[in-house]
């Protein structure tokens, strides 16, 4: 059958032999990940990355196959557990960590965790500084780590808006905002004096969506949660929030199923779900087209006060 | 997985749409407080790409008149910076609009950041160069203009803001669009680098030409600052351009396979083609081009992949895979434009860690040519730059370097210098001319230029000058000027004591400053019975038992002396002054 004008007409895209397609963004974000990935693995006498399990570690976990490929990933995992990630988070990552063949490394603040530490008991500020800065630098200190890789971006929070791509920080851990070292082009300086070190983001320029579509694009498997389902939840006003913790609830608080997701995974008494029916990926893009808050808007963590994020950054939060 | 259908909306569009998308890089420039963050919150805020709760977080605080939001906070992260009222370093933003995806850059315009705005402008592709009506063109809008021009930011967008201060006087934006454009004609001819440029006034505040077309200003009818950002031309398509891939890492799963991993910098591969491999200058052909998603039968700039080659080289980390047709220079000296970005400043003959694509070299900055004033592009000659100034300088490599010049390509032409002993970045740099070398390596005469530098000096003996003050015994003494002698260093022995000098207080020091400075390692001795050695360089001090020169130590065997001797090498190891442990005879 003879090709119809019109037909013609739909496909105006000339491909010429010569010039290759350009890259499409994904692609863009993905060579300059890898790019970081390779600079601080032969750089670094002792790099680390920090895998939390999320959407953004899963993302840079992928990107770290690849980077090396086809020689193994040439630095271990670490996991700081503060005792109240979710029972999937869990499975989820030591299953992760199996099939991928990576060295995982589990690190908690077990002290405070026996003293009973929890976000009720002290408030989610001091509980943060405990479980999770306190034993992240714990860690790093206690395997002499040089260089840690977190999943962090930009556009997530307006004093990370401002970090560099290599964070420096001193032997406390510190971050100083106001004194970051120039950083042009690609050309990251990884020269530390003994006890300080590097915090790397290898994902900064990528934005909530440019996650999804990758998630999407590679079928990266991520945890359940980030899928709607019935769960059970309390249901205070507009706020769920995960039955995960007993002391959580209220006197006579009682649980109502709702069909519900996670946006963003962190502690389970500090991490709000949203009522959603987005059960698949693109349905879970289509739903982030509609926001019109914040992915950390659930986080009560970033909210205690203005300017929390930059402070727990300052005192060595990644 | 449940078929979800949504009669007005399709996914598949949507991400079919998103993968179509192109990508620009812009960054903001000028003078303190003329509005850049104020612009680049009005942007977001009026393109929906700012979510709910991040404005309400702003809401009835800031600089601005109550009801009216102040926009700069969306961008002005920090807690320093919203107590100042000021931008301090780079707040990185994204977002999107139907056509093109951006990444943007808000840097401050403060002159004490200079080095922040440097950093947004590096990877550029635009700039959005602000300039307040109600003062007009400041020297920090030529500064930021020039850095731009020297960083090769191609595309200048200039948007003469507060409009709305000055009654959105037409004639004032003439005037100052007249003055900055022959500013922005002066800086093209000192950098070589044209920029394209366009003028709209804006108001950031009011949001006149930000997002939406005003009727404000019925005299201008060009089109709204993000329209014509959504109409430059994308990145700059390397693609055609020379290949060049810095090895950054060697991948050795098992014995047989052996692949350079890197991320292209510029041009396109295929199986096949030949390329050499720099400095060493040997060549292949590409067998494989390996990524995780299977191989390649093309790879374009900038993806990161994997080679492996036709046969086996020696290629480590920090070395150039070029096309054999079109390579790159390789130099042993280089000019460059230089902006120095640390307190300290720049010092001559000072050795710092050149960063180039995936290697760090010692460099040496051999001389200055001048300095360039931003305020009227005047070249005066210098002995030194300090914090913001920028300049031209020559540069000398110890060991060969692959290097094109940034004009040529922004990848393999740019550098940092780092400053060993602090860590801090202390320089961004462009190469703007190659003094390349023979296939065997020497330096084409009609291409170098100068005296013998101190960095050829030091590369050659393997030490830098340097006074070295030793007190003690004769025959210690003795040992020590054989011992450097032996190993191939440089010295001359001077007697602290002689007569000359305690005639002329002042003869001992003008003799050694220009042994220094000839590279040459002055020994300054003075011989007595004391019972220590004393050896001084640079400010370390060195103190020995000199009573038991001649006693063996049972488990070393070695004597005092040698113990001596191997103490002074390792002292001049410590320092510095000897470039590696192996050329200190270590
Ligand atoms: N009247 C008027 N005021 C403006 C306009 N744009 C910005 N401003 C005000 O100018 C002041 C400085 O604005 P910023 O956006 O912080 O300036 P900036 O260029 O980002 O300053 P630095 O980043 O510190 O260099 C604030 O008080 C703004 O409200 C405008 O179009 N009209
Ligand atoms: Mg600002």
Redesign the pocket.
């Known amino acids: 059958m003879p090709v119809a004008e019109s037909e013609r007409h739909t496909s105006p895209l000339q491909v010429t032999p010569h010039a290759p397609p350009r890259l499409s963004h994904l692609r863009l974000l993905e060579a300059e990940s890898i790019h970081i990935l390779r600079e601080v693995a032969s750089e670094f006498e002792r790099p680390v990355m920090l895998y939390s399990i999320g959407k953004d570690s899963s993302v840079m976990l992928r990107l770290a196959q690849k980077a090396f490929y086809p020689a193994p990933i040439p630095f271990p995992l670490l996991h700081v557990d503060t005792g109240f990630k979710f029972a999937e988070m869990i499975a989820f990552r030591d299953e992760m960590a199996r099939s991928i063949g990576a060295e995982l490394l589990v690190w908690r603040n077990e002290s405070a965790i026996a003293a009973g530490t929890n976000p009720i008991a002290l408030d989610t500020k001091r509980c943060c500084g405990l479980l999770k800065t306190q034993a992240l630098l714990d860690a790093l200190r206690h395997y002499n780590f040089d260089a840690a890789f977190g999943g962090a971006r930009r556009d997530e929070e307006k004093s990370r808006a401002k970090e560099r791509i290599y964070s420096f920080r001193d032997s406390a851990g510190q971050w100083d905002p106001k004194n970051q070292r120039p950083e042009l082009w690609n050309l990251y300086n990884a020269r530390v004096h003994p006890g300080e070190s590097i915090r790397v983001f290898p994902l900064s320029n990528w934005t909530e969506m440019d996650v999804w579509q990758y998630i999407h694009e590679e079928k990266i498997p991520v945890v359940d949660l980030y899928f709607a389902k019935e769960r059970p939840m309390y249901v205070r006003g507009e706020a769920l929030l995960p039955i995960e913790q007993a002391f959580v609830a209220r006197l006579g608080e009682k649980p109502q199923m709702v069909k519900s997701r996670l946006r963003s995974l962190g502690c389970s008494p500090c991490t709000g779900a949203i009522r959603s029916d987005a059960e698949t990926i693109p349905a879970i893009i289509a739903e982030l087209i509609s926001f019109r808050s914040s992915e950390r808007a659930n986080r009560v963590i970033d909210h205690d006060q203005e300017g929390s994020m930059e402070m727990k950054k300052r005192e060595g939060y990644f | 997985m449940s078929a979800l259908t949504t009669p007005a909306f399709s996914i598949d569009d949507f991400l079919q749409n998103e993968r179509e998308k192109d990508l620009l890089r812009f960054s ?1 420039a ?10 680049i ?1 009005r942007l977001l805020y009026d393109t929906q790409s700012v979510y709910e709760d991040q404005v309400r977080s702003i809401e009835g605080k ?3 008149a109550p009801g009216q939001i ?3 906070l969306l961008t ?1 992260g920090l807690r320093a ?1 919203r107590e100042q ?4 370093d780079v707040a990185y933003r994204y977002f999107s609009t139907a056509r093109r995806k951006f990444i943007i850059a ?5 002159e004490q950041y200079t080095r922040n705005m440097a950093t947004g402008a590096s990877t550029a592709d635009a700039a959005v160069v ?1 300039i307040d009506a109600s003062k007009g063109v400041l020297i920090q809008s030529r500064r930021h203009a020039y850095i731009a021009s020297l960083l090769r930011v191609k595309h200048v967008l200039v948007a003469v ?5 000055i009654g959105y006087d037409e004639a004032a934006f003439r005037a100052i669009k007249a003055d900055f454009s022959s500013v922005l004609d002066q800086i093209a001819v000192d950098t070589g680098s044209p920029v394209e440029r366009i003028f709209v006034p ?5 949001g ?1 030409n930000i997002v939406h077309r005003s009727d404000v200003m019925p005299w201008y009818t060009g089109p709204s600052l993000l329209e014509l950002l959504e109409s430059l031309p994308p990145s700059i398509d390397t693609r055609t351009a020379p290949f060049r891939f810095p090895v950054q890492r060697v991948l050795r799963p098992d014995h047989k396979f052996r692949g350079f991993a890197g991320q292209i910098a510029s041009g396109t591969i295929r199986p096949g083609d030949t390329i050499t491999v720099l400095p060493s200058g040997r060549s292949a052909k590409v067998g494989r081009i390996v990524t995780w998603d299977g191989d390649l039968a093309e790879a374009i700039a900038p993806l990161s992949v994997t080679l492996v080659l036709d046969r086996e080289l020696d290629i480590s980390r920090g070395d150039l895979i070029v096309s054999t047709d079109r390579p790159a220079t390789v130099a042993k000296n280089a000019k460059a434009a230089l902006v120095w970005m640390d307190q300290r400043p720049l010092e001559l003959h000072r050795r710092y860690l050149l960063k180039h694509t995936s290697q760090t070299a010692p460099v040496f900055l051999t001389s200055i040519e001048h300095r360039t004033d931003p305020a009227t592009l005047a070249h005066s000659p210098a002995s030194t730059l300090h914090m913001n100034d920028i300049g031209a300088v020559t540069l000398n490599f110890l060991r060969p370097i692959a290097l094109d010049q940034y004009n040529e390509n922004r990848s393999i032409g740019a550098f940092i210098l780092v400053d060993a002993e602090s860590n801090s970045t202390v320089a961004a740099g462009m190469i703007t001319a190659v003094s390349s070398l023979t296939a065997a390596g020497v330096p084409i005469l009609a291409d170098t230029w100068g005296p013998v530098t101190a960095g050829e000096r030091e590369a050659r003996w393997g030490h830098r000058g340097a006074v070295v003050e030793i007190s003690g015994p004769l025959p210690l003494i003795d040992a020590i000027e054989r011992s450097l002698f032996a190993i191939g260093a440089v010295t001359n022995r001077i007697g602290a004591n002689d007569d000359a000098f305690l005639l002329h207080p002042t003869l001992l020091e003008i003799v050694t400053t220009l042994q220094v400075q000839s590279g040459v390692l002055a020994l300054v001795v003075n011989a007595n019975d004391s019972e220590n050695l004393v050896v001084r360089a640079d400010g370390q001090d060195l103190t020995l038992d000199a009573g038991n020169v001649d006693d063996v130590d049972d488990a070393s065997g070695t004597s005092g002396a040698g113990r001596a001797v191997s103490a002074v090498h390792k002292l001049l190891h410590s320092t510095g002054i000897f470039i590696s442990s192996e050329k200190a005879g270590l």
């Not at chain 2, 808000?106 to 403060?110: I, R």
Request: proline letters at 2%; charged letters at 25%; glycine letters at 14%.
């Open positions: 903001t000028g003078s303190v407080d003329d509005g850049k963050s104020t612009l919150g800031g600089t601005t102040d926009f700069a002005d910076e009222g000021i931008t301090i808000d840097t401050p315009g403060h602000l803001n507060k409009m709305d201060l804006v108001s950031a505040l009011a006149d």
